[in-house]
C-alpha cells in the first residue's frame, strides 16, 4: 500500500510544475505567498471543460431529487462540466456540498452524491441549486479521513464540523448554515481572490 501510494505521488508531482511565487501588490495580505500550478505535459493548450458555476451561467442545472444524498445535473453544453469535490450548491432547499468531484460530459445528466450543509433548513424537493463557494479545508480534511477509513461521510459528523466552523468564524445561522459564513465574509474573500487572478494555463 506504502509503495502504491508513493508512486501515485510521484506521478501527480511530476505531472506538474510550479510557477513564480506570487504575493499581493496592494499589500493586504502580506503574509500570503502563492505558488501557481501548471501542468507539465500539456500539448495543444488545456482540454475544454468549464466549471459547475460558469456551466450554470451558460444553462446548466443543478436540481433537488427525491432524495436528500444527491442532486441531478443537466449539462445542455456542448462541453464537459465539473463540480468539485466539497464544492456548495445552494438555493431554496437545504445547501448542499459534493461529496466527490463529479464530470458531466456534454449534453448529458448525471446524479452526484452530496452532503447537507445546512442542518435546520427542510428539503423543498424540485427547488434548483446556484454554486456558491467551497468548503473550508477544516470539514474537506474530516470527510477525506472518513473516506479513507470506511469509504462513508457520516451526515452527523459534517453537521458537526459546520457548527465548529461558525462558531470560530463568529457567525450566527438560525439554519446552521455553512454558506453563511462565506456571505458575512463575502468582501474579504472577493478581495484576497482579485489579489491572486488564475494565470492563463494555470491549473
Known amino acids: 500500500m506504502g509503495n502504491d501510494a508513493t508512486r501515485i505521488l510521484k506521478s501527480a508531482i511530476d505531472g506538474v510544475r510550479l510557477g513564480p511565487p506570487l504575493s499581493d501588490r496592494e499589500g493586504r495580505l502580506p503574509h500570503v505567498t502563492v505558488y501557481p500550478i501548471f501542468p507539465a505535459r500539456l500539448r495543444g493548450g488545456p482540454p475544454p471543460l468549464l466549471t459547475l458555476s460558469d456551466g450554470r451561467d451558460g444553462g446548466a442545472l443543478i436540481e433537488e431529487v427525491s432524495c436528500d444524498d444527491a442532486v441531478r445535473i443537466s449539462n445542455p453544453l456542448d462541453i464537459p462540466l465539473y463540480g468539485g469535490e466539497s464544492e456548495c450548491v445552494v438555493g431554496r432547499t437545504q445547501n448542499r456540498a459534493l461529496k466527490h468531484g463529479v464530470l458531466i460530459p456534454p449534453r448529458a445528466s448525471r446524479y ?52 465548529g466552523f461558525l462558531r470560530r468564524a463568529q457567525v450566527s445561522s438560525p439554519t446552521l448554515d455553512l454558506c453563511a459564513a462565506f456571505e458575512k465574509r463575502r468582501q474579504d474573500i472577493g478581495r484576497a481572490l482579485n489579489a491572486f487572478p488564475c494565470l492563463p494555463g494555470q491549473v
Open 112 to 163: 452526484a452524491l452530496v452532503n447537507c450543509v445546512e442542518r435546520g433548513q427542510p428539503t423543498r424537493h424540485g427547488k434548483g441549486f446556484a454554486v456558491d463557494a467551497v468548503c473550508p479545508w477544516s470539514i474537506r480534511l474530516d470527510k477525506m479521513r472518513q473516506l479513507a477509513g470506511d469509504g462513508r461521510i457520516e451526515q452527523g459528523r459534517v453537521w458537526e464540523q459546520v457548527e
